[in-house]
């Protein structure tokens, strides 16, 4: 009986070993597509302009974690319009993540949330923060193996104005892909 555990011990102890060291390395792999799909954010739209910041990556043996900007510049004469969005990501790396409510295998599984930045400035209160109770909407996100993304984006209505009277309005959101 002591026999089957000397060899039964050590097999265990070298597949946990080899699973952290396989989601460590698919932690890194996802970071790499995080900073691209980033970089491709970042785009001119008619005379509007959509900026993506990557703020702050902290990445771990089997999760990260994300702070990202987007800036939205709509053009107008006399004062263009800024909409800051705080963006906070919970990432869980692969092999094996949680997809809804069943496993999956993929690079990563993220669920991010979104919320509104008061003031544009660069140390905005609450620039380095947008967990997921306090956001407008959220998203979760399978990374498949292939470096392909399925997403779910959800949200309740919105209805937001500025010191000069500006409005944003939003009705909701749900979509797949």
């Known amino acids: 009986m ?14 946990a070993v080899l699973y952290g060291v396989i989601s ?6 996802t970071e790499g597509h995080y900073r691209d799909w980033g970089a491709s954010m970042n785009r001119t739209v008619g005379a509007a302009r959509l900026d ?26 006399a004062h263009p319009t800024i909409i800051t969005f705080a963006q906070h990501d919970r990432i869980q790396h692969g092999p094996v993540v949680w ?13 991010s949330g979104f919320s509104l930045i008061p ?11 947008s967990r997921s109770d306090e956001s407008i909407f959220q998203s979760r996100s ?8 399925t997403s ?20 909701g959101l749900q979509a797949e892909r």
């Open 2 to 15: 002591k026999n089957k555990w000397v060899i039964v011990l050590p097999i265990l102890g070298s597949l």
């Open 24 to 29: 460590f390395w698919f932690g890194q792999q």
């Open 52 to 77: 993506y910041e990557v703020r702050d990556y902290r990445r771990g043996i089997f999760s990260s974690e994300a702070d990202s900007w987007y800036r939205i510049t709509l053009p107008h004469p």
């Open 99 to 111: 997809s809804r409510d069943s496993m999956a295998l993929g690079l990563a599984a993220i669920h």
């Open 119 to 129: 003031s544009t400035g660069a140390n905005a209160p609450g620039a380095q923060s």
């Open 142 to 149: 399978v990374v498949h193996m292939d470096g392909a993304v």
């Open 152 to 171: 779910r984006v959800w949200g309740p209505p919105l209805r937001t104005g500025s010191a000069d009277g500006r409005q944003l309005v939003g009705q």
